[in-house]
Structures are given as structure tokens and as C-alpha cells.
């Protein structure tokens, strides 16, 4: 069984993959080929990134697993991958492997911070990645993203000066445009779109303290007072937005997290106790059954099988 993964830095990241498929500008950004054995090889086993990735598909078909939901990403499709989400590779279409070639674009934290990008507002769509974390590249657009992503590449493996400040201008232009895509493919179908963006930053904040903290943190209390609200008030505007109240959201973080452990590692459950921050294992036991019907150790025997 293969060992559950901690958290890969941009250099662990870019070191999984053959040096002649990268390209890259110190350890804060880079530009990625991905081919069809690279794929398999290296990204079959689940992964945890802290950074941003944006896959651009050219052509081909994978099945891609986000914590444990599976997507189909399909050619001229554009796949956002936000950190601290586990990501593998789950399927690749045989019949066209061959012709499979993805672009992945990786990126820091802070180097997507330093870019002149809304940030809050690419952000708050978070909520909407969860569910759904590709969209497609329709008409026009294709040969735009097409020339954006060749662009990037000849400058990364070019000795021309002021190489790192042409590559953030063209990524912040390039995910500007990647935003308004999202928008029109995505909004019209999700009630977020009417939501006050008050309450849509605020809910995205809350999930980004969640995505680091639900391992150690479970109490609404906490967050809410890190966001300056109290309890009641957060917990409202998150089922507003999202349709769930906080403490939802935490117990199904918690809950994922557990499973994903219980899945991808052979640790003693005593152990994920202790990660989960749980003060003993008849606790854990009865929280995970609670959520799931079954004990963890019932759910771990059924991934086996």
C-alpha cells in the first residue's frame, strides 16, 4: 500500500518529473510537459502540492481524483488544482495515450501573491472548485490559452533580460483571462453568483482556514475568531453561501481527511488518531462511524477489497 503523502514543496514537486519536462525560474514557478509514461510514473500516486497548478490539457483524456472525487479532464479543458487538496491521477484513456499531452503550470503561494491578480475574488471561487476544479476552453479562447502557454515556455528557456518580470505579467494576464472563462462557464449554473461578495470572501476564508487548520482545529470557535465574527454569525453566512454550515464543513474536512489516511497509508488508526488530534481512539471511532456508518477500520478493509 503506498504511504500517505505530507505536503510537496514547488522543488519536491518539480523533481518528480524528468529535468528536459521542466522549465523553471528559481523555486517559485514553473512550466511542466507532462507526456503519457510521465503521468503514469508520477502522478498515479496520490499528492499533496502547496501551491497552486493550473493543467492545461492539449489534447487527450485522464480520470483525475481531488480528495476523493473523481473527474474526467478532457482536451482544451483547463484543470485548477488549489493547495492542500490530494490529487492523483486515477485513469488514462488507452486508446489515445499516445497523443496525451498536458502543460501543468506550478506555483508557490507567495509567487501567485506577488502577481497583479485579484486574488480575493480568484479565491472565492474556491467554492466552486471544490465541486467542480476544470472547465472547459470553448472557441476563440483556445488559441489564446494555446499562445499563452507557448509564450510562457519560450521565456522561461530564454537568457533574456528581465525574463521573471515578463513571466509574472503574462501569468497574471493569463489568469485574469482564465478568470473570466471560469465566470461564464461556471457562475450561470451556481447560485454563488448572487451571493453578496462580502459573503462569498468571507466564506472562501473560512475554507482557506479550514483547508490548514481542520487536522488540529475542529471547534467553529476558533475560526470564527480568527475571522473577527462569532460562532453563530459565521457558521450562518458559510450555509448561506455554500449550503453548509461550518460545522458541516469541518466535519467533512475531518472526515476526508480520515478517509484519505485510511486509504492511501497502512498507519495504525491509533496513529491517524494523533494527526486528526483526537484525544483517544474510542473518540475517533465514534465520530467516523457517526459520519460514515462504519467503523475506520470497517472502511479500510472495503478500499482493500
Not at 252 to 261: C, G, Q, R, S
Amino acid at each position: 500500500m503506498e504511504k500517505f503523502t505530507d505536503t510537496l514543496s514547488l522543488p519536491q514537486f518539480r523533481d518528480l518529473f524528468p529535468v528536459s519536462s521542466c522549465m523553471s525560474m528559481g523555486d517559485d514557478v514553473c512550466l511542466i510537459n507532462i507526456s503519457y509514461d510521465e503521468t503514469l510514473s508520477v502522478l498515479a500516486h496520490p499528492c499533496r502540492f502547496d501551491g497552486f497548478l493550473a493543467f492545461y490539457c492539449v489534447s487527450g483524456h485522464i480520470k483525475v481524483m481531488i480528495n476523493l472525487s473523481e473527474f474526467d479532464v478532457e482536451e482544451n479543458s483547463l484543470f485548477v488544482y488549489m493547495p492542500g487538496n490530494i490529487m492523483s491521477v486515477t485513469d488514462v484513456d488507452e486508446a489515445g495515450k499516445e497523443n496525451l499531452d498536458f502543460v501543468a503550470i506550478a506555483m508557490t503561494r507567495d509567487y501567485m501573491e506577488s502577481l497583479d491578480v485579484d486574488i480575493p475574488s480568484l479565491m472565492g471561487k474556491r467554492m466552486l472548485l471544490q465541486h467542480r476544479p476544470y472547465f472547459f476552453i470553448r472557441g476563440g479562447a483556445r488559441s489564446i490559452a494555446k499562445n499563452y502557454v507557448s509564450l510562457a515556455a519560450d521565456i522561461l528557456a530564454s537568457n533574456l533580460s528581465y525574463k521573471r518580470k515578463s513571466v509574472s505579467l503574462l501569468l497574471a494576464s493569463f489568469f485574469s483571462i482564465a478568470e473570466g472563462i471560469m465566470e461564464d462557464e461556471m457562475y450561470t449554473e451556481n447560485r454563488a453568483a448572487v451571493i453578496p461578495c462580502r459573503g462569498r470572501v468571507i466564506a472562501d476564508k473560512f475554507l482557506n482556514l479550514l483547508t490548514e487548520h481542520h487536522s488540529s482545529q475542529r471547534k467553529v470557535t476558533f475560526y470564527a475568531e480568527k475571522l473577527g465574527l462569532t460562532p453563530k454569525y459565521l457558521s450562518g453566512l458559510v450555509k448561506d453561501v455554500t449550503g453548509k454550515s461550518a460545522p458541516e464543513w469541518i466535519d467533512d474536512f475531518v472526515i476526508l481527511e480520515a478517509k484519505n489516511m485510511l486509504r492511501y497509508s497502512d498507519m495504525p488508526i491509533k496513529a491517524i488518531v494523533g494527526r486528526l488530534n483526537f484525544p483517544d481512539p474510542p473518540t475517533f471511532h465514534k465520530f467516523f462511524k457517526y459520519h460514515t456508518g462504519i467503523t475506520p477500520m470497517q472502511y479500510r478493509r472495503s478500499q482493500s477489497e
